[in-house]
């Protein structure tokens, strides 16, 4: 019986992954670290086979213990959280038996050079991946968002893999966060301004991939780890960049005006440019969300797992995420 503890199954990307794995086996056993009662009531509802375990990422023993006890550790929560990566990684180690490791990360940790350079709303050709350009990603600079953490389950030596999700949209299937961020977020700001949003010029680039296709990469992840045997890549270079398709953010806040316009939620579709001050007025970190550059492949999921995905692309999604951010406004 192949057991996992999973961190985060409250959230969007936690939740989705939750919803389809368990919908693909319904024979494992899980056991979920929760922060409340309210939030293990949203899981209990849905999964009432799953044990719940009531904690924080500060309880380092109990992620530890529940670590220590599971097959494998699906860690959605909290990507900035070095303490609780390395609670978990001492469960990992606890012993001589083999225990798998698949944490999340972003592509976030790629804006560090538009970081640096302060520069917004600027286009850059930089584009990582994760097959032969792998040493790239593995070695940015300790600076660069994520990093800190990435490093400590890159450097363990264990059997560890690291997603690394970028832009997610569509709605999630979960037992209680529904909603994705940036696109939401973005398309919140254009019904409250009137107008659509971009950072400077709005020529950055990020990629992107529907929620669907991220949790059938995870699912892909822990059939592997649960054969333990296979092509998955683990340990130093077990870094998976999910990524579908890649967005330029001023033709993104075009389409949202677009379809807020056409919707009736706005009068124009005109795009007004914003500093970067501005932006993060908006939406917390808006100007590196929306501003800054973070380019990226998927290769290794393609070539070691056989990930492939089919649903619908970003741009078809924005008319749907407007609509569902002028219901949970009030405005539709």
Same mark, same amino acid.
């Given at each position: 019986?192949?057991?996992? !503890?999973? +961190? ?11 919803? =389809? ?9 899980? +056991?979920?670290?929760?922060? @409340? ?38 860690? !959605? ?21 083999? =225990?798998?490791?698949?944490?999340? @990360? ?12 302060? =520069? ?46 970028? +832009? ?58 649960? =054969? ?12 998976? !960049? ?24 706005? @009068? ?25 550059? @973070? ?38």
């Amino acid at each position: 019986m192949v057991k996992i !503890f999973a +961190t985060g199954t409250t959230g969007y990307i936690g939740g989705d992954a939750l919803h =389809r794995i368990a919908q693909a086996h319904p024979e494992y056993r899980w +056991t979920c670290l929760v922060r @409340s009662k309210e939030r293990g009531a949203h899981i209990a509802d849905q999964y009432p086979d799953i044990e719940l375990v009531y904690g924080t990422l500060d309880d380092a023993h109990i992620l530890t213990d529940q670590t220590a006890k599971a097959d494998i550790v699906l860690h !959605f929560a909290d990507a900035d959280h070095p303490d609780a990566a390395k609670a978990i990684l001492a469960g990992l180690d606890a012993d001589n038996r083999t =225990r798998y490791l698949i944490h999340t @990360s972003g592509t976030g940790e790629l804006l560090w050079r538009d970081l640096d350079a302060k =520069r917004f709303g600027q286009a850059d050709d930089k584009i990582y991946d994760d097959w032969d350009g792998i040493a790239d990603v593995t070695s940015i600079p300790e600076r660069a968002p994520h990093r800190n953490v990435d490093k400590l389950i890159l450097d363990a030596g264990l059997k560890t893999a690291i997603v690394s999700p970028p +832009t997610i949209y569509g709605l999630g299937r979960g037992p209680g966060n529904q909603r994705g961020h940036q696109i939401y977020e973005l398309s919140r700001c254009t019904l409250e301004q009137k107008h659509g949003i971009m950072v400077g010029e709005g020529q950055t680039y990020w990629p992107n991939v529907h929620v669907y296709d991220l949790s059938d990469l995870y699912l892909r992840l822990v059939e592997e780890a649960a =054969r333990d045997v296979g092509s998955a890549t683990w340990g130093a270079q077990g870094y998976y !960049f999910a990524v579908s398709g890649e967005h330029v953010w001023g033709a993104v806040a075009k389409n949202i005006a677009a379809a807020a316009k056409k919707q009736g939620l706005i @009068s124009t579709d005109e795009v007004v440019s914003v500093s970067p001050e501005e932006a993060n007025g908006l939406t917390r970190w808006g100007s590196a969300l929306w501003g800054a550059n @973070s380019r990226a492949q998927a290769i290794r999921a393609r070539k070691v797992l056989g990930w492939d995905p089919k649903q619908i692309s970003l741009e078809e999604e924005i008319p749907k995420a407007v609509a569902q951010e002028a219901e949970r406004m009030g405005l539709a």
